[in-house]
C-alpha cells in the first residue's frame, strides 16, 4: 500500500530557516498535502501542491516536489516560537479522496 | 467562524460504557471523515461517509459504529469502550472534487478510566 515517511523531529533557532521533508511511495499521487497540528487541536491544511507543479510559495511557507524521487519538503522562513507544532505530510492518489498521511515532524523552535 | 465543529472537546467515559462523539459543518461538504490519533502517530480513518454512504476501513473495530442523519451532523458511537480506545477523535470533511483538501475539526480527547 501507499507510505509516507517523515522524520519525527527537527529543532532549529528562532529567526532561521526550517525545512520539513517527506518521501512518499505512490508514484499516482495527483495532490499533496502540508498540515500543521498545534498541541491539543485538530489538523489545519497550510499548503497543497498538485503533482504537476515543481514549486509552490506562499508567504513564509515554500513546498518543493521532486516528483522523480517521490520527494516533497516543506521550508518556512524566518521560523517563529508560533511555528512550534507538529507538521504531517499527505498525498492523495488519483481516483481517490482518502488521503494518507505521514507520523509528522514535531517542529521545535528554540530562542 | 467555526466551520468543522466537535462536541465535547473532552470526555470522560467508564471502562464498557458506551459513549457517542458529536460532529457538525457549516460547509456543506458531502464527505465526511472519523479519525483516531494516539499520541506521536499519524491520523487513523476509522470509517468516512460519502453522502449518506457509508464506507468502513477493514480494520476499524466492530466496537466503532457511525451515523449520519443529515449533511451537517455525523455522530461516532462507542459501544464498549476499552482503555486502548483513549485517544484523540478527529471529524473532518471535503468536497468530492477539486483538490479534496480537507477541513479538521478541533477534535476531541476521550479517557478511558
Known amino acids: 500500500g501507499e507510505d509516507v515517511e517523515q522524520s519525527l523531529f527537527l529543532s532549529v533557532r528562532e529567526g532561521d530557516s526550517s525545512v520539513i521533508n517527506c518521501t512518499y511511495t505512490?508514484?499516482?499521487?495527483?495532490?499533496l498535502y502540508w498540515y500543521k497540528q498545534e498541541p491539543g487541536a485538530g489538523l489545519q491544511l497550510l499548503t497543497y501542491?498538485?503533482?504537476?507543479?515543481d514549486m509552490k510559495q506562499d508567504q513564509r511557507l515554500t513546498v518543493l516536489l521532486n516528483k522523480k524521487d517521490k520527494h516533497l519538503s516543506l521550508r518556512i522562513a524566518d521560523t517563529q516560537t508560533g511555528d512550534s507544532a507538529i507538521y504531517f505530510c499527505a498525498e492523495k492518489s488519483g481516483g481517490s479522496y482518502i488521503p494518507t498521511f505521514g507520523r509528522g515532524t514535531s517542529l521545535i523552535v528554540h530562542p | 467562524d467555526a466551520m468543522v465543529i466537535q462536541n465535547p472537546r473532552y470526555q470522560v467515559t467508564q471502562f464498557g460504557k458506551p459513549v457517542t462523539l458529536s460532529c457538525s459543518q457549516t460547509?456543506?461538504?458531502?464527505?465526511m471523515y472519523w479519525y483516531q490519533q494516539k499520541s506521536s502517530q499519524a491520523p487513523k480513518l476509522l470509517f468516512h461517509?460519502?453522502?449518506?454512504?457509508?464506507?468502513n476501513e477493514a480494520d476499524t473495530p466492530d466496537n466503532f459504529q457511525s451515523r449520519r442523519p443529515n449533511t451537517s451532523f455525523c455522530f461516532l458511537d462507542i459501544r464498549s469502550p476499552g482503555l486502548g480506545d483513549a485517544a484523540m477523535y478527529l471529524c473532518?470533511?471535503?468536497?468530492?472534487?477539486?483538490?479534496?483538501?480537507?477541513?479538521f475539526g478541533p477534535g476531541t480527547r476521550l479517557t478511558v478510566t
Open positions: 461517509y460519502y453522502d449518506k454512504d457509508f464506507n
Open positions: 460547509l456543506n461538504h458531502n464527505v
Open positions: 473532518a470533511t471535503s468536497r468530492e472534487t477539486g483538490s479534496y483538501e480537507q477541513y
Open positions: 501542491i498538485f503533482s504537476n507543479m
Open positions: 505512490d508514484s499516482s499521487s495527483t495532490y
